[in-house]
């Protein structure tokens, strides 16, 4: 039960809890459909104790998540939530949605090519022998595949997640099915099912490995509270690693009207005294969070910048963009992992994945590249 309730939280705090709904719904009618339409949804006393609860639930997933629940709100305003892609095809963007179609497609033969092979008999074979489940199948599937191909959505293969396990429930029960026309002897559908689900644990087990390979991100936190003074200024791009952040570096991101402070800095800042703070704790502003640069950041001394980079053009694309900060010559002073070169394999393996196969097994730390750089002071400073 307990896992159920965070498995929902999870889901309530993203968007995609929308989309679990219209699944809900269409159980719940299945459940009442000898009657009337009004009595399903207007009168039955469950389906609105059901929904007054979901709703007094909605403070709780703001508090966990303000930067999601934010995020998807405005989209929902700008009509890119529910319905997003018939939206966007409705306004004559029909074509920028095709092309999240297509991009999701090759996605789906990069990542997981077995479901790619057999996910139209899958779902065609539930269609032709139970219809109701074909429809909780696709009361999920199709709704949320044409809101993340919408036009105003940022395409990202991460974002395919939720339907592969709704296409592999439909995908088994066409090979069960297919395996049980055909085959007769008990004993050899025993060992086709195993052979089967053999193939298919070895890319989940291959991903988990990967994943127990050395953390760059880790290595980085730990390099900087053994060898960076606590109170230091940090400048950080691409989002390199999580830090402790002192009271000043709160109110500075709080102060500045951050869209992404969080839940938990909000709780540092206002329910813990400076002295209770986790220790060692630094001065940092990350530049994602303020593309516009504020004057207030430009006044900032900093004393270092840390970079994370998945490749030669990121890494020079932040580089670049040092001088708007008023930052002049720095040195390089580490770089994690140690071994690491400009010509290193590089995989962000939480999320981008393409051809598996090929490109885990080559994986040799987890997360990106991140170098430490420190900041000349002039003699002003």
Same mark, same amino acid.
């Given at each position: 039960?307990?896992a159920?309730i965070?498995?929902?939280?999870?889901f309530?705090?993203?968007?995609?809890?929308?989309?679990?709904?219209?699944?809900f719904?269409?159980?719940?009618?299945?459940?009442?459909?000898?009657?009337?339409l009004k009595?399903?949804?207007?009168?039955n006393?469950?389906?609105?104790?059901?929904?007054?609860?979901?709703?007094c639930f909605i403070?709780?997933?703001?508090?966990?998540?303000?930067?999601?629940?934010k995020?998807? &709100?405005? @989209?929902?305003?700008?009509? #890119?939530?529910? $319905?997003?892609?018939? %939206?966007?095809?409705?306004?004559?963007?029909?074509? /920028?949605?095709?092309?999240?179609?297509?991009?999701?497609?090759?996605?789906?033969?990069?990542?997981?090519p077995?479901?790619?092979?057999?996910f139209v008999p899958g779902?065609?074979s539930?269609?032709?022998?139970?219809?109701?489940?074909?429809?909780?199948?696709?009361?999920?599937?199709?709704?949320?595949?044409?809101?993340?191909?919408s036009?105003s959505?940022?395409?990202m293969?991460?974002?395919l997640?939720?339907?592969i396990?709704?296409?592999?429930?439909?995908?088994?029960?066409?090979?069960?099915?297919a395996?049980?026309?055909i085959?007769?002897?008990?004993?050899?559908?025993?060992i086709?099912v195993?052979?089967?689900?053999?193939?298919?644990?070895?890319?989940?087990?291959?991903?988990? &490995?990967? @994943?127990?390979?050395?953390? #760059?991100?880790? $290595?980085?936190?730990? %390099?900087?509270?053994g060898?960076?003074?606590?109170? /230091?200024?940090?400048?950080?791009?691409?989002?390199p690693?999580?830090?402790?952040?002192?009271?000043?570096?709160?109110?500075?991101?709080?102060?500045l009207?951050n869209?992404?402070?969080?839940?938990?800095?909000?709780?540092?800042?206002t329910?813990?005294?400076?002295?209770e703070?986790?220790?060692p704790?630094?001065?940092?502003v990350?530049?994602?969070d303020?593309?516009?640069i504020?004057?207030?950041?430009?006044d900032?001394?900093?004393?270092?910048?840390?970079?994370?980079?998945w490749n030669?053009?990121?890494?020079?694309?932040?580089l670049e963009?040092?001088?708007?900060?008023?930052?002049?010559?720095?040195?390089?002073?580490?770089?994690?992992?140690?071994?690491a070169?400009?010509?290193? &394999?590089? @995989?962000?393996?939480?999320?981008r994945?393409?051809?598996?196969?090929?490109n885990?097994?080559?994986?040799?730390?987890?997360?990106?590249?991140?170098?430490?750089?420190?900041i000349?002071?002039?003699?002003?400073?």
């Amino acid at each position: 039960m307990l896992a159920g309730i965070l498995i929902g939280a999870s889901f309530g705090v993203h968007g995609i809890g929308i989309f679990v709904y219209l699944p809900f719904l269409f159980i719940h009618y299945q459940l009442n459909k000898s009657h009337r339409l009004k009595d399903i949804f207007i009168f039955n006393k469950y389906f609105i104790i059901t929904n007054i609860t979901i709703f007094c639930f909605i403070p709780l997933l703001y508090f966990l998540n303000q930067y999601g629940f934010k995020n998807y &709100f405005n @989209l929902a305003l700008n009509g #890119s939530s529910v $319905g997003s892609g018939i %939206w966007h095809i409705m306004q004559g963007k029909a074509i /920028s949605t095709l092309k999240g179609v297509v991009y999701y497609i090759k996605t789906l033969w990069e990542y997981e090519p077995v479901i790619f092979l057999f996910f139209v008999p899958g779902l065609l074979s539930v269609f032709l022998k139970d219809r109701r489940a074909f429809y909780l199948i696709a009361s999920f599937v199709f709704p949320y595949f044409l809101y993340i191909s919408s036009a105003s959505i940022f395409t990202m293969p991460r974002y395919l997640a939720p339907v592969i396990p709704f296409l592999a429930l439909a995908i088994s029960y066409f090979l069960y099915n297919a395996i049980d026309s055909i085959i007769k002897n008990g004993i050899l559908k025993k060992i086709l099912v195993a052979i089967f689900c053999l193939v298919m644990i070895y890319l989940p087990l291959l991903w988990l &490995f990967s @994943l127990t390979k050395p953390s #760059s991100r880790l $290595g980085a936190r730990d %390099w900087i509270y053994g060898h960076v003074a606590e109170n /230091s200024k940090l400048l950080t791009f691409g989002r390199p690693v999580m830090l402790n952040e002192n009271s000043e570096s709160l109110r500075f991101a709080k102060n500045l009207d951050n869209f992404y402070f969080s839940s938990r800095q909000n709780y540092l800042l206002t329910q813990m005294r400076e002295d209770e703070l986790p220790r060692p704790y630094y001065f940092i502003v990350a530049s994602e969070d303020y593309p516009d640069i504020p004057r207030k950041i430009n006044d900032v001394a900093f004393d270092y910048v840390l970079v994370a980079w998945w490749n030669n053009d990121e890494r020079s694309g932040y580089l670049e963009d040092l001088s708007e900060y008023g930052i002049g010559k720095i040195d390089l002073i580490k770089r994690i992992p140690a071994d690491a070169t400009d010509n290193s &394999f590089n @995989l962000e393996v939480a999320q981008r994945t393409p051809k598996p196969l090929i490109n885990l097994p080559r994986v040799k730390f987890v997360g990106p590249i991140i170098d430490v750089y420190k900041i000349e002071k002039t003699q002003d400073e």
